[in-house]
């Protein structure tokens, strides 16, 4: 199969035996994106035009936490891996989605884990957890409000 960006025909790779099915998480990256509360937004500033010098140049000026992104074990545990170090086999991988609708400052606890897993999940299965947050995604209090597990759902 094949997706088409821009006039161009791209193969997707999607192509396996098992028939798994892939997601990107992704959000839109760039100028107005949400951002940690008293971060600056980012800026990409052209350096050259296609039309002018026949190349696009631009320059990235950019802070951690800005729309989507992962914390690395390092962001928060001293000595612990940094995102370059974390293989990309760690992204991938069986898994369960749960619906667990949180409101602001919620917490997500080992009990709301506990019945909306079950005995589904298993050893090292990735959990992807909906709280239903992605609604406020273009909302001011996305970032500074948004609910987030406690000890007890680590």
Known sequence: MTVKIRGIDFQENLNNDMGLEFYNLSHRYGYQCPNWPYFRDVRIERMHYMAKSGVL??????TMHVTTHIDAPGHVVQGLPFIDE???????????????PKKKWESITGDDLEKSCGDVIRKNDVLI????????YADGDYFPYCPGLVPSAA
């Open 57 to 62: 140049s631009q320059t990235l000026t950019t």
């Open 86 to 100: 974390v293989t990309l086999p760690h992204f991938f991988g069986s898994g369960i989605v749960v619906s667990i």
């Open 129 to 136: 957890i909906n709280t239903g947050w992605h609604k406020f």
